[in-house]
T-cell receptor, first 110, second 111 residues
Framework: DADVTQTPRNRITKTGKRIMLECSQT?????MYWYRQDPGLGLRLIYY???????NKGEISDGYSVSRQAQAKFSLSLESAIPNQTALYFC?????????FGPGTRLTVL | DAKTTQPPSMDCAEGRAANLPCNHS???????VYWYRQIHSQGPQYIIH???NNETNEMASLIITEDRKSSTLILPHATLRDTAVYYC????????????FGAGTRLTVKP
């Protein structure tokens, strides 16, 4: 969905490096999410935010942190990347009824 | 704790109807049935949702059994572009963190 953008689209990094994945949306939604997808599996929720002052942990938040800089921006950070964080990462927004996903960021940690 | 059960894979001939089943025997009275799909490695796309009545939109139809323990997503005239992984999810409306994606059903539409 072009209303939800993610940068970068692909990233290769090394173990121990700090990485930030960024998400922007023009849908005007308050609710934003970060998911991770491993090969052959469904998406798992990392963090979500109801509004700028709200941050909540999801199923698998260990090793990750987030920042909600504005209604339209929600960033995911890996403070010290490790190889098992190699995955496809999706940002999403929601109007409460439906979720709208970005194109994903493919992250490889060597 | 998977709330839904779906077959891992299905095939369908192009132009025919694709019927994707989902079991959700422990669904609660206030939980809706949602369907999303993911084409290749793109972000999932919303398809349809319903509570207990059958629903239809421009993409698909959703048939929910009377006891609400199972449902079927119907793509009336499948095309090659409908090849994707289809996820059945049960959730409460406006709840913020209960989207649980299982492994889904990989639908392959064949010419």
């Amino acid at each position: 969905d072009a209303d939800v953008t993610q940068t970068p689209r692909n990233r290769i990094t090394k173990t121990g490096k700090r990485i930030m994945l960024e998400c922007s949306q023009t849908k005007g939604h308050d609710r934003m999410y970060w998911y991770r997808q491993d090969p052959g599996l469904g998406l798992r929720l990392i963090y979500y935010s109801f509004d700028v002052k709200d941050i909540n942990k999801g199923e698998i938040s260990d090793g990750y942190s987030v920042s909600r800089q504005a209604q339209a921006k929600f960033s995911l950070s890996l403070e010290s990347a490790i190889p098992n964080q190699t995955a496809l990462y999706f940002c999403a927004t929601s109007d409460g009824l439906r979720q709208f996903f970005g194109p994903g960021t493919r992250l490889t940690v060597l | 704790d998977a709330k839904t059960t779906q077959p891992p894979s299905m095939d369908c001939a192009e132009g025919r109807a694709a019927n994707l089943p989902c079991n959700h025997s422990t669904i609660s009275g206030n939980e809706y049935v949602y369907w999303y799909r993911q084409i290749h490695s793109q972000g999932p796309q919303y398809i349809i949702h319903g509570l207990k009545n059958n629903e239809t939109n421009e993409m698909a139809s959703l048939i929910i059994t009377e006891d609400r323990k199972s449902s079927t997503l119907i793509l009336p005239h499948a095309t090659l572009r409908d090849t994707a992984v289809y996820y059945c999810i049960v959730r409460v409306l406006y709840n913020n963190n209960d989207m649980r994606f299982g492994a889904g059903t990989r639908l392959t539409v064949k010419p």
